[in-house]
């Protein structure tokens, strides 16, 4: 005999019927051969063995063998007409037409599916938001959508939770990260904006530019400042704090700051006055350095 499902013996050559006495001589009743014939018809239209077998509760082999009966009794009929057949030839034939018949089938299956795909629903469980209704943005968990989710109490409930759980990581992870913020070129441009918002009105570039961007007690100039002290000169109200206009301020430097404390408040705005007075304690301070 021969099989259909494997392709390794289809490969070997088949026996070659050549006549009706070859043929399976056992006689069907009406149900068996219609049940064969619904089969066949199954089998041509593109069912694989396995489906076919789940629909009549057989196994596979079984299909397929009455598959093969069934076919051979067709080649039986076609000989009895007179024509004669190579049997191999004609079992290829009709296994190609099934491959074929499978193909069309399963890509018209792909397109179904792909079809309803695009009809699923919003969630699993919810058809729409519990709290706002939307369909449009997508489902996170619970039933709530992704804006809604955080504003709920199950949400809320895990966050505590988990900050009780981490309360020693996220000190390290935020000092770390404040580390590393506080020495970002641009966040430190900022803090200068708002301080000198805050402090002086914004009146402390204009005074650095005002008095050359130097020391008006030492002479020190700010890329010097930037080198020794690493840090910029210092800009320091003469006589009341709370008044931040030009006249009142004025340039110095860290050290000078240091040793001339409480004297500025005595000081009325001359500048040039405060340079002369100052003139001797540069040298005080140069043998200080
Ligand atoms: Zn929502
Ligand atoms: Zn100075």
Redesign the pocket.
């Known amino acids: 005999m021969c099989s259909l499902i494997s392709r390794k013996e289809i490969k070997k050559p088949l026996l070659i019927v050549k006549s009706i006495e070859d043929f399976p001589k056992q006689k069907l009743s009406d149900s068996q051969l219609s049940r064969q014939f619904d089969i066949l018809k199954k089998y041509k239209e593109g069912l694989t063995l396995q489906e076919i077998a789940r629909e009549y509760k057989l196994t596979r082999e079984r299909i397929r063998q009455i598959i093969e009966r069934g076919l051979l009794y067709e080649a039986r009929e076609i000989i009895k007409k007179g024509f004669i057949i190579d049997l191999n030839e004609f079992l290829k034939e009709k296994k190609q037409k099934h491959l074929l018949a499978k193909k069309i089938k399963h890509e018209s299956l792909k397109k179904f599916v792909k079809k309803n795909k695009r009809e699923k629903r919003w969630s699993r469980y919810y058809d729409c938001c519990r709290r706002c209704g939307t369909v449009f943005i997508s489902h996170h968990a619970h039933g709530y959508c992704e804006k809604c989710y955080p504003k709920t109490e199950i949400f809320k409930e895990i966050q505590t939770a988990s900050r009780l759980r981490n309360i020693e990581k996220r000190k390290k992870y935020t000092k770390e990260y404040s580390k590393k913020y506080s020495k970002r070129p641009e966040v430190i441009e900022k803090r200068k904006k708002r301080w000198d918002l805050i402090y002086f009105g914004g009146n402390r570039e204009k005074a650095l530019i005002r008095d050359k961007e130097q ?1 008006q ?4 100039s700010r890329s010097e400042s930037y080198k020794k002290y690493n840090n910029d000169l210092c800009v320091v109200h003469i006589n009341d704090k709370k008044n931040n206009n030009l006249e009142n301020l004025i340039t ?2 860290r ?2 700051l240091k040793l001339n404390i409480g004297k500025f408040k005595k000081i009325k705005h001359n500048l040039k006055k405060i340079i002369k007075k100052s003139t001797p304690k540069i040298k005080n ?1 140069n043998e200080f350095n």
């Open positions: 020391c007690l030492c002479g020190l110095i430097c050290i000078c301070f």
